[in-house]
């Protein structure tokens, strides 16, 4: 009991944990595990930034300016070719001056004799015939009167056969072709307004792909692959109430304008799509208007009933309104009725896929060994090939640019041997497409560098800091360390004051003591 009354605990020196030497020892084993912890920290939070091959990607101007080799065998008798291989030749680099759009990519060579073992060498063919239109003989050749055709009529035709970009004449066309993807979903789904008044339970639709839309598809799996389902639903209503046009007065018509065309899908109310995937899905929509809105009708700009009861969604798909004609209940669509509504679906899946089309006024005749089953020529698979292969190449291109300006401008962004070498991957691909002796070759050169690039680009761990800016750093670091951090600091000052304060009185008491000895010897 006599301990506890004499301990002051307010004076510092009798507590055991304030004594001086014991309060350094303590503060000192605090920053020495901060200073412990700063290279574990520092490992912990680096960022690996490997550099890429900028000067490789730098000289990637090449391919906005990259031109196919096209080699064109003309082939003719004695007398009955108008020009000559070289006047020809002349004519085509003229044009290539002067219409870059549609000659730019294209490094046509003209030979007089054919080319032995190529299977990549188009024909240009002259006949007498003085009434002939033009024609596509086979897979490969295209046979011109001699008579009726001059040169630029010529030039004019096989610059819309080879051009990659001959079929989009407008920029509206190139905005309803679809971004290029390796693998699409094709959704068809048959949509009755309301099935309950003379709508359709079924369709053959199984039969009706097989027989109209998979020999196109078979020619077009050279730069897709393709993933077919099909719906039907029996209610799917308009989000707007159709005009009605009154032609006379027992006849008239539900009018889909150009305003109702674009608000046409009614996204909250129709399943258009079950499957679950990355893949773009391009939509292919039969629909039947109930008994209240028949017929329906799509409406040109002008404001006319359209030849077409049909219309495209650019990059989405394509819409075809049918009319039944019948007035008695029937479950299902057979594949004569859907006839015509699947040429509609096969046109306008070429369309969305940037088939080009063969020129006006241009017939097909395909050879005896040509299957019926090949609707597309040659013609214009390369020609698409050519247009999927410029794409991807300026595509893959764009994504390099982009990683590189964005590492050098974000001083954070991390890279890592999986970016670097998909960037590197990427390049190599381009250079392969540059060197391709072949289209095919320099289409899958073209696609895998812009799936690498890709790839590169949209990497988690790039994508994790460019949305984490260096100002975010310290919005998580100031809640961690704060608390920690400045008790330390403010105890190491402490500490310094008091040292300060504890020698400047021990200076103090020195002279006073030194005065007070000084003093005694004067007395003395």
């Not at 070429?350 to 097909?364: F, I, R």
Request: aromatic share 10%; hydrophobic share 40%.
């Amino acid at each position: 009991m006599s301990d506890s009354a004499t301990f002051d605990p307010t004076k510092r020196a009798e507590v055991f944990f304030q004594k001086d030497l014991l309060r350094v020892k303590i503060i000192a084993s605090y920053w020495a595990v901060v200073l412990c912890a700063i290279p574990l920290w520092w490992y912990t939070t680096s960022i690996t930034r490997l550099p890429l091959p900028t000067s490789r990607v730098s000289a990637l101007e090449w391919t906005d300016s990259f031109k196919f080799p096209v080699d064109l065998v003309v082939s003719r008798t004695a007398g009955d070719a108008p020009v000559s291989e070289a006047e020809l030749e002349r004519t085509i680099q003229r044009r290539t001056q002067l219409d870059s759009a549609r000659w730019g990519a294209l490094d046509v060579r003209i030979h007089s004799n054919n080319l032995q073992n190529r299977s990549d060498v188009f024909s240009l063919a002259f006949n007498s015939n003085p009434a002939g239109a033009a024609h596509i003989l086979g897979d490969d050749t295209l046979s011109v009167s001699s008579a009726t055709y001059t040169l630029p009529q010529i030039v004019d035709t096989l610059g819309e056969l080879l051009s990659p970009y001959a079929s989009l004449k407008h920029e509206a066309d190139g905005q309803r072709v679809a971004k290029y993807s390796p693998k699409y979903r094709l959704s068809f789904t048959l949509l009755n307004e309301d099935v309950s008044s003379i709508g359709y339970r079924s369709w053959e639709i199984e039969q009706s792909i097989y027989q109209y839309l998979e020999p196109t598809l078979n020619q077009l799996r050279a730069l897709h692959d393709f993933e077919i389902e099909s719906h039907v639903q029996f209610y799917a209503p308009l989000a707007f109430q159709p005009e009605r046009v009154q032609v006379s007065q027992n006849h008239g018509y539900w009018a889909l304008g150009q305003e109702e065309t674009a608000i046409f899908v009614n996204s909250a109310e129709w399943t258009l799509s079950s499957s679950a995937s990355n893949d773009p899905v391009l939509h292919f929509i039969l629909f039947i208007p109930s008994s209240q809105h028949r017929p329906m009708h799509v409406m040109t700009a002008q404001g006319s009933a359209a030849n077409s009861n049909a219309f495209i969604i650019p990059q989405w798909g394509g819409i075809v309104v049918y009319n039944p004609e019948r007035t008695t209940p029937q479950d299902v669509l057979d594949t004569r009725t859907l006839l015509p509504i699947f040429r509609t679906f096969h046109t306008q899946l070429q369309l969305l896929l940037g088939v080009p089309p063969a020129p006006k006024g241009t017939y097909h005749i395909p050879a005896s060994n040509i299957p019926r089953t090949a609707p597309l020529t040659r013609w214009q698979l390369a020609a698409l090939l050519r247009a999927r292969t410029l794409e991807n190449a300026r595509s893959a291109s764009e994504a390099l640019r982009s990683i590189v300006a964005l590492v050098a401008q974000i001083g954070h962004l991390p890279v890592k041997e999986d970016v670097r070498a998909l960037v590197r991957a990427a390049l190599d691909d381009l250079d392969a497409m540059r060197d391709a002796a072949d289209l095919h070759r320099a289409f899958s050169s073209a696609r895998d560098a812009a799936t690498r690039a890709s790839a590169a680009f949209f990497d988690p761990g790039m994508l994790a800091m460019l949305y984490f800016p260096a100002e975010h750093t310290y919005a998580v670091y100031t809640p961690l360390f704060a608390p920690v951090g400045v008790p330390l600091i403010v105890s190491v000052i402490r500490e310094i004051k008091r040292i300060r304060k504890e020698r400047a009185e021990e200076r103090k008491r020195k002279e006073k003591g030194k005065a007070r000895m000084e003093g005694e010897r004067r007395e003395e």
